[in-house]
């Protein structure tokens, strides 16, 4: 498998990235950490934005940089797009003409093909004779990454596209991002710190703090990993691939069914056998020794405990395995030490299907 390789030593005096990645050729693959945490400076260096002086990035099987050889091919011959967190469009130009810029740089008729399905993709072939100022926050990112795609690159780079937006512009976009997740065919390089972002998008997850990685993988392996700050973080959840199998209309529910059960969460508006994410904040789960029989939580689910630890002040995480799956569980220290929770322990988890979020 075709894989990314990115390895860069870079020293700013206060702040030194040292990272050592592969990632997938395919999926999006998240670059999540706090402000400051290199994130950016990464970025930038896989987009040659930013020249480390100890380098090597390869995709795909071509070499883009490797210090050793003396190699280092600038950005503008870097078959890639990338897409900033402001859109930065061309206030002079129309949007037709602001996504026509970079086709010159595209050879023979493919970059219009390209960009014909790129206007389809993202819903904006009704704002083609506007100009910038008259478009949404969000109106104005689809078009940007329509402008970044349009290149017809190897590889998509995206500097948290929604931190300028506010929640409702935020929620426009997120599905038209899902759907170049769904459709494209290149990899995606996606920087943010919002754990609803890489819930939602992220394939393959790589977090980073001051410079360096803590950890890289699959976003459930990774997301789920107890010895990461992120498991304890008030945020924290866990990421299931569900299809759905069945609504009922009359309780407006929706029931979808993973490797080993189901779950009934609030009506999904898709068809039977869709495919979708769903998200469990671990603040929502909450564990019993017996299954209950008159509850009025629809999820109760058997589950054995893999993992416990005390955090925070009155907060323990619990690990839980669902056949396949991996469930993250706060309760208080005490509801801990009452239950007698061990691990290894047969125990059942419930889940609120109106916390499960789409």
Not at 53 to 78: A, M
Not at 277 to 288: F, H, K, L, M, N
Request: hydrophobic share 40%; glycine share 6%.
């Amino acid at each position: 498998m075709t894989v990314i390789k990115a390895s860069f030593k870079l020293n700013y005096g206060d702040f030194k990235l040292e990272v050592d990645l592969t990632l997938p050729c395919t999926g999006i693959s998240v670059l999540f950490g706090h402000s400051g945490s290199g994130k950016t400076t990464l970025l930038r260096c896989i987009a040659g934005l930013e020249q480390a002086p100890q380098g090597y990035l390869e995709i795909n099987g071509s070499v883009w940089q490797d210090s050793e050889q003396q190699i280092f091919l600038p950005t503008y011959k870097r078959p890639l797009g990338y897409v900033f967190q402001e859109a930065n469009l061309f206030s002079h130009l129309t949007v037709l003409a602001n996504l026509q810029y970079g086709l010159k740089r595209v050879k023979n008729n493919l970059g219009l093909i390209k960009l014909n399905q790129t206007i389809e993709l993202l819903g904006i072939g009704h704002l083609l004779t506007r100009m910038p100022n008259n478009l949404s926050g969000g109106e104005r990112q689809r078009v940007a990454i329509a402008r970044a795609l349009a290149l017809n690159p190897e590889i998509l780079l995206m500097d948290e596209p929604l931190a300028s937006l506010d929640f409702k512009r935020k929620q426009e976009i997120l599905p038209y991002l899902i759907k170049l997740h769904q459709q494209l065919d290149i990899p995606i390089i996606y920087v943010t710190h919002s754990q609803q972002e890489v819930a939602q998008l992220a394939d393959t997850l790589v977090i980073l703090e001051d410079g360096n990685i803590l950890a890289s993988g699959p976003l459930s392996e990774t997301q789920s990993r107890h010895d990461l700050p992120l498991a304890q973080d008030r945020e924290a959840a866990t990421v299931w691939q569900v299809t759905i199998a069945e609504h009922e209309s009359e309780y407006h529910l929706t029931r979808v069914e993973f490797e080993g059960g189901s779950l009934s969460i609030a009506k999904v508006d898709a068809k039977i056998g869709t495919d979708l994410r769903v998200q469990i904040y671990a603040r929502d789960v909450s564990i019993t020794l017996a299954e209950p029989h008159a509850t009025s939580i629809l999820n109760v689910l058997p589950a054995v405990i893999s993992h416990l630890s005390e955090g925070q002040e009155n907060q323990a995480l619990v690990k839980l395995q669902l056949g396949q799956q991996l469930l993250l569980a706060h309760i208080s220290r005490k509801s801990l030490l009452l239950l007698g929770l061990q691990i290894g322990m047969s125990v059942f988890a419930q889940i609120k299907g109106t916390s499960i979020l789409t």
